[in-house]
């Protein structure tokens, strides 16, 4: 029996588009054959697997940056996976790689693909993390689009996850003096404490948020690192800096709602702030990757950066800790390990 033959693969699919909230009913399991690279090609095991909120946008039909999922389609993201069957000349059998595929355990992908990715330099949950799409995100969205400058003050929604604390390290490392919004008393002393943030506020124990923002910041804002839009969002930009600039990378309070989700209007405080709002998404950087990844390991290197991640064991777990993205369950990054090295 060859080695392909020994190997089992399962699938999860969108099985209906959610309403609101996602449950376990929007997905499901399907057995499938293990692919047989061809030339230029590897098959690689699955060995962790990243859920992350900008996969609730791909589960609706509608026009966006990124082809929403297809219904009975298998749904795709981040994973770093080993490749166990290769027919490449730049890949071999046992090296770890990293790259967007199908949430399968096994996935055929070619070469160019996929990154190879190096254990001696970080733990290979980093390369999903700090070192991955998520490290890139909070680097260019903070340094391009927000350019702090030593003295600022630095604000950043959803400061606990993944995006987040990593912003908030490198306003820090740029001499800013940073505040973090998160949702309990434990990450918000995490921020304080173990990551060096000047503020921190609960907002889900604020009753008023802008008050909050006032208090954190007696000089205002300069920088609103936005990852989750809503209500805070709002008081936030009441007490823009003149000149302040905003990241937007992410509306997570709205990503579940079915009201339309109002807000203020802020056309008038921007212009009279002169501020800067920006959308943007980490694929817009694609060509200075190389960059980011470069002053991210050095600082990770220095230990000017720290990352957590809350890892679920199991593949059948999957869908259960995307879910748990909308719950405010994780604290950083949300993994879950598929199978053993």
Do not use: H
Not at 94 to 108: E, I
Not at 238 to 247: D, G, S, W
Not at 279 to 292: C, K, L, V
Request: proline share 4%; charged share 25%.
């Amino acid at each position: 029996m060859t080695l392909k033959e020994k190997l089992k693969n399962s699938q999860i699919l969108l099985a209906k588009r959610p309403k609101g909230l996602p449950t376990k009913e929007n997905f499901t399991f399907k057995d499938s054959p293990v692919p047989q690279p061809e030339e230029g090609e590897v098959l690689v095991k699955t060995i962790y697997l990243s859920v992350d909120p900008y996969m609730r946008g791909r589960m609706d039909d509608a026009k966006s940056y990124v082809k929403p999922f297809e219904l009975n389609e298998m749904i795709c993201g981040g994973i770093i996976g080993e490749v166990v069957l290769s027919d490449s000349d730049q890949l071999s059998v046992g090296d770890k790689v990293v790259g967007t595929l199908g949430w399968q355990r096994y996935n055929v992908i070619q070469e160019s693909k996929v990154r190879k990715i190096d254990e001696t330099i970080a733990p290979l949950t980093a390369y999903l993390n700090v070192l991955g799409l998520t490290g890139l995100t909070a680097y260019f969205g903070l340094l391009d689009i927000g350019q702090p400058k030593e003295g600022e003050t630095v604000v950043v929604s959803g400061a606990a996850g993944a995006v987040g604390m990593i912003v908030g390290q490198i306003a820090k490392i740029k001499g800013a003096r940073v505040v973090g919004i998160a949702g309990s008393d434990e990450k918000t002393t995490y921020l304080k404490q173990e990551l060096g943030f000047d503020e921190t506020i609960n907002y889900k124990t604020s009753p008023n948020m802008e008050k909050a923002l006032e208090k954190a910041c007696p000089n205002g804002i300069d920088i609103y690192f936005d990852n989750v839009g809503g209500p805070i969002s709002d008081a936030a930009i009441n007490l823009l800096n003149e000149f302040a600039r905003i990241p937007l990378c992410g509306a997570i309070s709205s990503y579940n709602r079915t009201d339309g989700d109002l807000g203020p209007r802020i056309q008038t405080k921007l212009i009279k702030s002169r501020g800067l709002i920006k959308g943007f998404i980490i694929g817009d950087y694609a060509d200075r990757f190389s960059e980011g990844i470069r002053d991210l390991s050095s600082w990770l290197a220095e230990g000017k950066l720290k990352y957590e991640e809350n890892i679920v064991e199991g593949f059948e777990n999957v869908p259960e800790a995307f879910l748990g993205l909308f719950k405010g369950e994780n604290l950083g990054k949300q993994l879950i390990k598929v199978d053993e090295e």
